[in-house]
Structures are given as C-alpha cells and as structure tokens.
T-cell receptor, first 115, second 110 residues
Framework: DAGVIQSPRHEVTEMGQEVTLRCKPI?????LFWYRQTMMRGLELLIY????????DSGMPEDRFSAKMPNASFSTLKIQPSEPRDSAVYFC?????????????FGSGTRLTVV | SQQGEEDPQALSIQEGENATMNCSYK?????LQWYRQNSGRGLVHLIL?????REKHSGRLRVTLDTSKKSSSLLITASRAADTASYFC??????????FGKGTMLLVSP
C-alpha cells in the first residue's frame, strides 16, 4: 500500500483565495482525521470522519473551513477565504478502527503558506 | 480534552547513548501511543501500550506506563544519528480520536 497520500505537498496562496487540500486514506481504513500543526499550537485535530461521516468537527476553527469525504477513498479540506493565520502544515491520517486504540497512519502533509 | 505533556522539550545526546523522554497526563486512559516525526515529514506510529501493560519493547525502543503516576516513558537504546526527530505521546480523547503533546526534539550527534 502507498500509505496515506496528500496533495499538494506545498501550497502558496494569496490571502482571500480558496485553498483545497486533498487526502487519499489507506484502503480499508474506516477512520480519517485532519490535523493542523503549527509551532505555537502543536498538532490540533480539526475533524474526524468515520465511514465517510463527519463525527467530530469541533476543532474546525471557523466557518471558513469545511471538509468533505464523498467516498471511502477521498477527502478534502477547504479554506475559503484563506488568511495568513491559516499558514500551517495540514496532515491527514487514517486508522482501521473507529476507537482510539489503534495507531494512525499519517500522510506527508501539505505545507500551506498564505501571503 | 486532555493532552499529554512531554519532557524534556529538547534533548541532545551522542550516538550510542540512551535517550529517555517522558509523558505525563491528567485523567484515566485505556492506552497511550508514541509517534516519531522526522523534519518535514508526517508522524510515524512507534508503539501503543495499553493500560493493563507496564512495559513494552520494540527493537531498540522500550516504553513504560505507570497509571498510578499517570506517566509514560520512551527509552531509545544505543541511539543513532537517524533517531534525530521529534517524539510525541498521544492520548485518546473522546471516543475515537487522539490528542498529541508538543513533543520532545531529540538530536543525536555522530
């Protein structure tokens, strides 16, 4: 298996533009997570999907952020409009179980810079 | 949700030495996980220890868990330059998610 695949690896955009981050989880994994990592705040959970259904989106910062999982093999995280404070590394992770007792497999991340 | 706190924040050692990092948490857990992150990469799952386990080994890694003290330690024996990375502990929060600490940055010098 190729692991969790994220695209793009790097994204530089201007403030106010729409940004879409993509994730392909490992086949057979029914849980998918989006995290954001910054120096100041560390790793923050944004949203958690189980069997393609959003279960916990309490970490989504505000209405500018939205996430979808239209099928078991694809998820997107969209920021519209983007702001400089959204600059961070965004990680997608997947897990084969829907309980927090199994390791996550992380993608390589998308480094987002909003100027 | 609770978060594990790693200690120290940074650790610098020579190749061949052992590295020990600790994680403390506040409420009861059913497991604790350790992850490694190399610079510019995603996190890699290292080991999971359950609340009924006191010690677990994986290669040069040894993890202990003391539920009475609400703490865990990760020991890397005979460290190598390739072990240079950040190490995170992760605590289950809610039903299915993990909360990560701020990490320990380990530097192993040749």
């Amino acid at each position: 298996d190729a692991g969790v695949i994220q695209s793009p690896r790097h994204e530089v955009t201007e403030m106010g533009q729409e940004v879409t981050l993509r994730c392909k989880p490992i086949s057979g994994h029914n849980s998918l997570f989006w995290y954001r990592q910054t120096m100041m705040r560390g790793l923050e959970l944004l949203i958690y999907f189980n069997n393609n259904v959003p279960i916990d989106d309490s970490g989504m910062p505000e209405d500018r952020f939205s996430a979808k999982m239209p099928n078991a093999s694809f998820s997107t995280l969209k920021i519209q409009p983007s702001e400089p404070r959204d600059s961070a590394v965004y990680f997608c992770a997947s897990s084969p179980r829907d309980r927090g007792d199994y390791g996550y497999t992380f993608g390589s991340g998308t480094r987002l810079t909003v100027v | 949700s609770q978060q594990g706190e790693e200690d120290p924040q940074a650790l610098s050692i020579q190749e061949g030495e052992n590295a020990t990092m600790n994680c403390s948490y506040k409420t009861s857990i059913n497991n604790l996980q350790w992850y490694r992150q190399n610079s510019g990469r995603g996190l890699v799952h290292l080991i999971l220890i359950r609340s009924n386990e006191r010690e677990k080994h994986s290669g040069r890694l040894r993890v202990t868990l003391d539920t009475s003290k609400k703490s865990s330690s990760l020991l890397i024996t005979a460290s190598r330059a390739a072990d240079t990375a950040s190490y995170f502990c992760a605590i289950p929060s809610g039903y299915s998610t993990l909360t990560f600490g701020k990490g320990t940055m380990l530097l192993v010098s040749p």
